[in-house]
């Protein structure tokens, strides 16, 4: 079994690579047109202050992971560990930013947009991606109320009794 000190001197030196990597000209990791067609519709709905804040921080991603199946995806997104980059006022360890909706046709995806401790951290799928088309439209951005991200995912997932 490795140790979770090992795993914390890995990570900070993948990390430290990629920042060397990006000094000599490696690009920064780009949101899919899905992505960035849902960030930019949040953006547009927080408040000055939050809309602040999320833009600078989506222009210091330093890596996005990305899982996909059948029925849902996730976009884990992390950020350059900047001290000064400024905070979501959604301070708590998980809280849902916003849940928007984007369609083309008959195809509907909802995703719920992450923050952990006031920083973007995710972007959670539900539907199939594969089938929104060339041009997927925004139905709907619902911003969030401050609620616990993981409550809010699990009654999603397994109705209000979860």
Known sequence: MVSDNAIRSFLGTYGALRRVLRRLGLPRPRFTRVETLILS??????????????????????????????????????LDKIPELPLLSLLGSSFRVAMVSVAEGKSLVRATVLS??????????????????????????????GFDA??????????ENA
């Open 41 to 78: 519709a949040v953006v547009t709905e927080l408040p000055e202050a939050d809309r602040k804040a999320m833009s600078v921080q989506l222009n210091h991603v330093d890596l996005i992971q990305r899982t996909r199946n059948r029925r849902l995806a996730v976009s884990a997104i992390f």
């Open 116 to 145: 952990h401790r006031g920083r973007v951290a995710s972007i959670d799928f539900k539907g199939a991606l594969d089938e929104l088309g060339d041009s997927p439209k925004v139905v709907s951005v619902e911003l969030g109320k």
């Open 150 to 159: 993981g409550v809010l995912i699990d009654r999603e997932e397994h109705g």
